[in-house]
């Protein structure tokens, strides 16, 4: 059976994904949440690793006795917004890039050493990496950064397959806190078939639902003062 980790496997896309790879793989399912972590290790194939992606002594101690992963998937993450960018948050943006961007470096120390030759590295980023958007300069910065990350590990990595999901938006709890329409929002599940699809057939690029990201990609290809000038109507 092929060995499977997962951060952030707790809720939302993690834990659909959890869910899915437990029916044919085993799957070390990653996160803080201890009901959660409980309900997960009840399930077949799977073992519940409680660890903060945050702090690098956390995930060593966790995974410490984990030799090999055929595939290490890099989900877990936060999603803050700056209401006032001209009085910027600071502590919130660097919450934000801490959970999002810096855990990554932390995981990736640890455990991509232990993904075996010919396994695969798929980091979770997000559709609004493609485009700054209102109140979005800690998110989006930090998902920019996480697709590049990704992109960049695909150029040096030569026995590794590497993988970037870029979502729209998927109705997750932590999507539920958001206070604006989100289009074409997908579920969970949805969401689960089009990363496990994209993932067995080793894409680089993974983003859904398509009709919402090819737009975002059209719309990147803008001159900046076009989009600057749009973008006003979207903060209406």
């Not at 059976?1 to 896309?13: C, D, E, F, N, P």
């Not at 993450?77 to 959970?99: M, P, Q, S, T, W």
């Not at 590049?148 to 938006?169: E, K, M, R, T, W």
Request: aromatic share 6%.
């Amino acid at each position: 059976m092929k060995r499977v980790l997962i951060t952030g496997a707790t809720s939302g896309i993690g834990r659909g994904l959890a869910e899915h790879y437990a029916q044919q793989c085993f799957v070390y399912a990653c996160g803080r949440n201890d009901k959660a972590l409980e309900d997960l290790a009840r399930k077949d194939n799977t073992i519940a690793l409680k660890l903060d992606v945050t702090e690098p002594a956390s995930i060593a101690s966790a995974c410490q006795h984990i030799e090999t992963l055929d595939i290490l998937i890099l989900n877990a993450g936060n999603c803050e917004y700056i209401d006032d960018a001209k009085h910027f948050d600071g502590a919130l943006f660097k919450r934000v890039i801490e959970a999002n961007l810096l855990s990554l470096g932390y995981c990736l120390e640890t455990l991509l050493p232990k993904v075996k030759a010919s396994g695969q590295l798929v980091i979770v980023s997000s559709s609004a990496a493609f485009l700054p958007l209102p109140r979005a300069q800690a998110y989006g910065a930090s998902k920019a950064g996480a697709s590049y990350l990704a992109q960049s590990l695909a150029v040096d990595l030569q026995d590794i397959d590497v993988s970037v999901v870029h979502p729209g938006f998927v109705k997750t709890p932590l999507t539920a806190k958001n206070d604006f329409p989100m289009p074409m929002a997908v579920s969970v599940e949805q969401a689960t078939k089009a990363i496990t699809k994209g993932i067995a057939k080793r894409r680089k690029d993974i983003h859904f639902p398509k009709r919402f990201t090819l737009i975002l990609k059209l719309l990147q290809l803008l001159p900046v003062n076009v989009w600057l000038f749009l973008s006003k109507g979207i903060k209406r």
